[in-house]
């Protein structure tokens, strides 16, 4: 079986598909802003931010049309990873302010870290007890987190159809969900605004190796690993001359596998560390 990427990467950047957070699929450069603290200062913020939740919570039983403290309070529930209490939260606001864009974004990223969350949750369970109801229970799971974003991506795209990154996301969850026909034609759309786009080459051979068309795949993979007028990221030529060596072994093409082979060393030593 053909191993479809490293798994330290993203999807899309030639990694084999693992879950990742809402942040990572929709929005770029998101960083913790609880990362560079030390315990005492993370301590004192988790108290700083436990009272200001208090009197969220209070203040918006005594007046609830504060859409500032609706967005606020919904915040403080995904830092503490409690998206059901944030999408609630974001259900009742929409209810007062049904066009107010930022409820809408944030009622979708509270979705998305929902259904992410049972997924790893029942992740975890699946693979402590091994049976077959747990391995149902997971791949449920795994189509519903698909889902989640397919549904996100539609919307976002309707309310700002210039979105271009999110119909690639949509495409890669389309993947994720085996809607793998799909998938393939979404990221052609894609091709038809940027005929060069590596993403979409690489997310159409990931399609047609899980349709078993080998032979077109290579196609696409030369798309990602070899064209020289664009020349895309180097963890996606990596990925795609792997895949092409693989291939090439698999279908018997001894001379053409050499080829590959020979490519991927080259860009190997050039990506590589000089040894002292």
């Not at 998101?30 to 969220?56: A, G, K």
């Not at 409820?103 to 077959?132: G, H």
């Not at 976002?156 to 809607?179: C, G, H, T, V, W």
Request: charged share 30%; aromatic share 4%; net charge negative.
């Amino acid at each position: 079986m053909v191993d479809s990427g490293n798994p330290d990467l993203s999807p899309l950047d030639g990694g084999r598909w693992r879950p990742v957070s809402p942040g990572e699929l929709l929005r770029k450069n998101v960083t913790d802003p609880n990362e560079q603290l030390d315990d005492d200062q993370r301590e004192q913020r988790r108290t700083v931010q436990l009272e200001r939740r208090q009197e969220l919570e209070h203040k918006l039983k005594a007046n609830p049309t504060d859409l500032d403290g609706f967005l606020e309070l919904a915040g403080i529930y995904r830092s503490e990873h409690r998206p059901l209490e944030a999408k609630r939260l974001l259900q009742q606001a929409t209810q007062i302010f049904p066009d107010d864009e930022r409820v809408l974004f944030q009622l979708e990223e509270a979705i998305l870290a929902r259904s992410l969350q049972q997924y790893r949750e029942v992740s975890d369970l699946a693979s402590r007890l091994k049976t077959p109801e747990a391995d149902r229970e997971l791949e449920r799971s795994r189509g519903d987190w698909a889902m989640r974003r397919i549904e996100v991506c539609r919307a976002r795209l309707a309310r700002d159809p210039s979105q271009i990154q999110l119909r690639l996301a949509m495409a890669d969850a389309k993947f994720d969900a085996e809607l793998f026909e799909e998938s393939f034609a979404d990221a052609g759309h894609l091709l038809e605004l940027d005929e060069f786009s590596p993403q979409a080459h690489f997310l159409r051979a990931r399609c047609l190796l899980a349709l078993g068309k080998d032979l077109p795949a290579m196609k696409e993979l030369r798309a990602v690993a070899l064209r020289r007028s664009v020349v895309a990221p180097e963890s996606l030529r990596h990925a795609s001359l792997k895949l092409l060596c693989e291939l090439a072994d698999k279908l018997s093409l001894h001379a053409t596998g050499q080829q590959y082979q020979a490519h991927l060393k080259r860009l190997q030593a050039t990506s590589s560390p000089s040894k002292s």
